[in-house]
T-cell receptor, first 114, second 115 residues
Framework: AQSVTQPDIHITVSEGASLELRCNYSYGATPYLFWYVQSPGQGLQLLLKYFSGDTLVQGIKGFEAEFKRSQSSFNLRKPSVHWSDAAEYFCAVGSFNAGNMLTFGGGTRLMVKP | GAVVSQHPSWVICKSGTSVKIECRSLDFQATTMFWYRQFPKQSLMLMATSNEGSKATYEQGVEKDKFLINHASLTLSTLTVTSAHPEDSSFYIC???????????FGQGTRLTVV
């Protein structure tokens, strides 16, 4: 069965500082990997996704993520955080064999200090 | 990207009543739809997967008689919470994909409060 772990429940960074959110997955084959952002009371917005090819994926809002098969990781990064980035971030792995059902990690709440 | 519309955005209902939540794909045919539930400050948990014209497949622990899912057309799936109780209060989110796309698109969610 597939699973996703986001080790950090909360992260606080200063505005302008760099950010890395960790994500580890367990999946039997090549995974489809996603990062979503959720603002309070809102739905999910896709930041980026990895299906195949280049392991460094660029997304919206200046985010990027790197797929490392040897570490079963798909960490999200941003070089300079903005106050508007404060939100909940979810990593997810998709199972194409199950019609692309997504399994989500527990989420990481990002807070940005001025 | 494709648009998935969920309605209503929020609803308050009395215990014992039923509530229907709609999930529509606006510009593509959704062959598969997923319903998720999210408790406050927690992650999304898949409740069920529905394919157009077929019965939904429920995840373990989800009561199919309580959470009725209908996917009668390629653009609409509904989730009906029957005989709602306060513990059913949650954020419900749907997502939809077509037969070609590996990505599923999410609705904006429905916050259900049962009083």
């Amino acid at each position: 069965a597939q699973s996703v772990t986001q080790p950090d429940i909360h992260i606080t960074v200063s505005e302008g500082a760099s950010l890395e959110l960790r994500c580890n997955y367990s999946y039997g084959a090549t995974p489809y990997l996603f990062w979503y952002v959720q603002s309070p009371g809102q739905g999910l917005q896709l930041l980026l996704k990895y299906f195949s090819g280049d392991t460094l994926v660029q997304g919206i809002k200046g985010f990027e993520a790197e797929f490392k098969r040897s570490q079963s990781s798909f960490n999200l990064r941003k070089p300079s955080v903005h106050w508007s980035d404060a939100a909940e971030y979810f990593c997810a792995v998709g199972s194409f064999n199950a019609g692309n059902m997504l399994t989500f990690g527990g989420g990481t709440r990002l807070m940005v200090k001025p | 990207g494709a648009v998935v519309s969920q309605h209503p955005s929020w609803v308050i209902c009395k215990s014992g009543t039923s509530v229907k939540i709609e999930c529509r794909s606006l510009d593509f045919q959704a062959t598969t739809m997923f319903w998720y539930r999210q408790f406050p400050k927690q992650s999304l948990m898949l409740m069920a997967t529905s394919n157009e014209g077929s019965k939904a497949t429920y995840e373990q622990g989800v009561e199919k008689d309580k959470f009725l899912i209908n996917h009668a057309s390629l653009t609409l799936s509904t989730l009906t919470v029957t005989s709602a109780h306060p513990e059913d209060s949650s954020f419900y989110i749907c997502s939809a994909r077509d037969s070609k796309n590996t990505e599923a698109f999410f609705g904006q969610g429905t916050r259900l409060t049962v009083v």
